[in-house]
């Protein structure tokens, strides 16, 4: 079994920073794209950034200047460093990876989530 857990999240106020971390673990051969989305109450899942193995980034152009996304390969790990936090930051992030693990038969690719982890920016 495969499994991405993320932490870091937190109640904080306007202005203030967090940083969230997301572990995977378990039968896998390599990792290859990793990414972190959000959902705020009553509104669709977005995109907030992407990372490749190779270190290719995309972000959302609203997470531009504020948001940082790094991988540690050797550790399995992305992080999202987010500065100057404001309200509409207020969300559930959902950490994203596409997996490749080794079976009897050859290689499987998919596509795993995390629980998420709670971001509250409120005074």
């Known amino acids: 079994q495969v499994q991405l857990v993320e932490s870091g999240g937190g109640l904080v106020q306007p202005g203030e920073s967090l940083r969230l971390s997301c572990v995977a673990s378990?039968?896998?051969?390599?990792?290859?794209?990793m990414g972190w989305y959000r959902q705020a109450p009553g509104k669709e899942r977005e995109l907030v950034a992407r990372?490749?193995?190779?270190?290719?980034?995309n972000y959302a152009d609203s997470m531009k200047g504020r948001f940082t996304v790094s991988r540690d390969n050797a550790k399995n790990t992305v992080f999202l460093q987010m500065n100057v936090l404001e309200p509409e930051d207020t969300a559930v992030y959902y950490c994203?990876?596409?997996?490749?693990?080794?079976?009897?038969?050859?290689?499987?690719?998919?596509?795993?989530w995390g629980q998420g982890t709670r971001v509250t920016v409120s005074l």
């Open positions: 994203n990876a596409q997996v490749a693990q080794v079976t009897g038969r050859g290689l499987n690719f998919f596509e795993i």
């Open positions: 378990g039968n896998f051969l390599r990792i290859n794209d």
């Open positions: 990372i490749s193995s190779g270190g290719s980034i």
